[in-house]
């Protein structure tokens, strides 16, 4: 590694500006960054962001410095939000010249372990321990503790994992039906009904007083030995006992150390999450939100899972990237490193990461992304835990967040797509031809952002005229907002557009997006001939829905709902059209004077039941047309 080289650059700011001159001012500035960064050489090393106290809020590696670094102060469009918030708090940066990208990564965990840096995914380092306490004095309980106290209590420890330590708990207790509850013995006997866990048989219930103290004393000791010693252990010294029992007469005895033995057997099975060809892994999946991502992580030890850690963090950006950094993070704070690692998706430099993690554990290190088969179905069940701790925070259910996730994959997207937006068009023969763009956020309707369009352009019936028309006003406010800093509504970007069609529809817009330099994924929701969803049509082709699938599912309540609210939309213009047509048949009344009164009045009904001083307030009326109105229902009336 070469010497300290160190460049930095510090633009300070003005004081007390408007609102436009800060924007200016903001703009200046990135643009002397990106200026700065293109004279940044083509070598490895790392960057140091600061903010303006000169804190530093971001490291990262490169293989060429100059190509990185200048990215970050370029167009701003193709960014994250998390990009864009760091790039927006940036002063100034410095770098580290290296002689190699495997030097930058080993310096930047250095330096990220060292900064914490604001916008790196950080991790608490696991120094806590668990212990299993057994309370002290008559009728003890067995619980989980996180720290000695000098309580008299027995501890048994320490563990590093919380998830095993509780996990060994919950078994031993339901195995030898110990109480798990808050009640104190025994102060509480024959105090209150026994619970739940008593009438399942997964509680001896003391509380009942129907259980002698040394009776009770021997499950307390033999859950003990459990945890002390393992299953196997265990199985063995009850096999004897029972036995011993047996050979005794004692058949009563006998026969609960045999129900012990079977319990043991039975939760060993539920409980057997198994890699069979992998028996030494770690699996790890991640699960994207809105403002918040869950990463997952599953550690496998002689074929089962002895372990899960879950990391809820804020928003990660690019999941490649999101991944390379979990993993460099994740592992620099562990001595073991499994001989296999799998993860749930693609990640950026994948060979420098596995040359890291191979020079760190002394072994060579495998990183694979399973497509199929078992070690595809441990990676599912790993991302559905993670889409759980995301669902939980977010207020979503896991269904959503799951369908979510399986959409980005299917779609190739980097991350699932938290707003997403669909238009269909609607018309009859030509006439009254419409638009309805409807919107989910988190799996779930936004109604408060739907919106109507009415076709101004042309006239007549052309889909794809309609779309692109459609399409293009909708991403012209788009711009209008943000020059206003509007961030919802059409001021925001949504992350995924949804057309009700196929090729034909997404090749007549995909232009429109390009002519604004947008880069927002485009697809279609191609329907068979019951009406129903069927593919997903891409710019040249179509991808396939299996109907199983939670992505299916989403889908088709997307394209049922924009083309309820488009063709809704219609009957409601053509009914209102029908009704303007029977007033400016009377004499006097034309489309202007016809809007007022159905704006005035609402129905047909209502302006027919008016008197003539209530037609006379209508705006735009005078009272020779309100006359005319009056009569031309009046007489219509009489008539009948």
């Given at each position: ?278 028996p030494v892994q770690d699996i790890i999946a991640l699960a994207q939100g809105d403002m918040i991502s869950c990463f997952e992580v599953f550690r496998f030890m002689d074929g089962r899972l002895s372990d899960r850690e879950t990391f ?167 711009f209008i907002a943000k020059g206003k800093n509007i961030t919802d509504g059409f001021g925001r970007l949504p992350d995924l557009i949804l057309l009700d069609g196929g090729k034909g529809q997404v090749g007549a817009v995909l232009p ?129």
């Open positions: 590694m070469q010497g300290n080289n160190y460049w930095c650059i510090k633009y300070k700011k003005a004081i007390n500006v408007s609102k436009e001159d800060a924007m200016t001012e903001k703009e200046n500035h990135l643009k002397e960054l990106r200026s700065r960064a293109m004279r940044l050489p083509l070598s490895p090393g790392v960057y140091i962001m600061h903010d303006k106290s000169d804190k530093i809020i971001y490291i990262g590696k490169a293989k060429a410095l100059k190509n990185r670094v200048s990215q970050y102060f370029g167009s701003q469009k193709n960014h994250d939000n998390k990009v864009r918030k760091m790039v927006s708090n940036v002063e100034y940066f410095e770098y580290i010249l290296t002689d190699s990208e495997f030097e930058a990564l080993v310096l930047e965990c250095s330096l990220i372990k060292q900064h914490t840096p604001k916008y790196n995914i950080l991790l608490k380092d696991d120094k806590g321990y668990h212990y299993i306490k057994i309370t002290k004095g008559a009728w003890p309980k067995i619980s989980e503790a996180k720290q000695i106290l000098d309580d008299g209590a027995t501890y048994i420890g320490p563990y590093i994992s919380s998830w095993a330590t509780k996990q060994s708990i919950d078994e031993a207790l339901k195995i030898f039906k110990l109480p798990s509850c808050s009640r104190n013995f025994p102060q509480d006997i024959g105090k209150r009904r026994p619970c739940l866990n008593y009438y399942i048989k997964q509680c001896c219930a003391p509380c009942s007083g129907k259980i002698r103290q040394k009776e009770y004393d021997e499950y307390v000791e033999q859950a003990i030995e459990f945890l002390r010693g393992g299953s196997a252990k265990c199985v063995r010294e009850l096999t004897e006992k029972m036995n011993d029992a047996a050979e005794s007469l004692e058949f009563e005895k006998a026969a609960k150390i045999r129900d012990c033995l079977n319990a043991i057997k039975r939760m060993g099975d539920r409980q057997k999450v198994v890699a069979v060809r992998y809820l963090m804020g928003e990660t950006g690019n999941s490649k990237a999101a991944r390379t950094e979990f993993i460099e993070r994740y592992y620099s704070m562990r001595e073991r490193i499994p001989p296999r690692i799998c993860i749930d998706g693609s990640a950026e430099d994948l060979g420098l990461l596995k040359e890291w993690l191979s020079k760190k554990a002394g072994k060579k290190i495998v990183v694979s992304f399973p497509q199929k088969g078992e070690q595809a179905k441990l990676v599912e069940m790993c991302r559905n835990n993670a889409a759980e701790q995301v669902a939980q925070a977010t207020g979503r259910t896991v269904r959503e967040a799951s369908a979510l996730d399986e959409l980005a994959r299917l779609l190739g997207m980097d991350k699932p797509p938290v707003y997403i937006e669909s238009y269909d068009i609607s018309n009859l023969n030509g006439s009254e031809n419409v638009a309805g763009m409807v919107v989910y956020k988190n799996g779930r309707p936004l109604k408060s952002a739907y919106r109507k369009f009415k076709i101004k352009s042309f006239s007549g019936q052309d889909d794809y005229a309609s779309m692109q028309e459609v399409i293009e006003r909708r991403f012209k406010e788009y429109i997006l390009k002519s604004l330099e947008l880069s927002v994924p485009l697809f279609g929701m191609v329907k068979d001939d019951k009406h129903r969803t069927r593919a997903i049509a891409a710019n040249g082709g179509e991808i396939a829905i299996n109907s199983s699938r939670k992505a299916f599912t989403l889908i088709s309540s997307i394209q049922d709902e924009v083309h309820r609210f488009a063709i809704g939309y219609h009957h409601d213009r053509r009914k209102k059209a029908t009704i303007s047509s029977t007033l400016t048949s009377i004499e006097g009344i034309g489309s202007a004077r016809a809007k007022a009164l159905l704006r005035y009045f609402q129905t047909i009904n209502s302006i027919r039941n008016a008197d003539l001083n209530e037609l006379i307030n209508v705006p735009g009326m005078t009272k020779p047309a309100a006359e005319k109105v009056f009569n031309y229902f009046h007489s219509n009336c009489e008539k009948s």
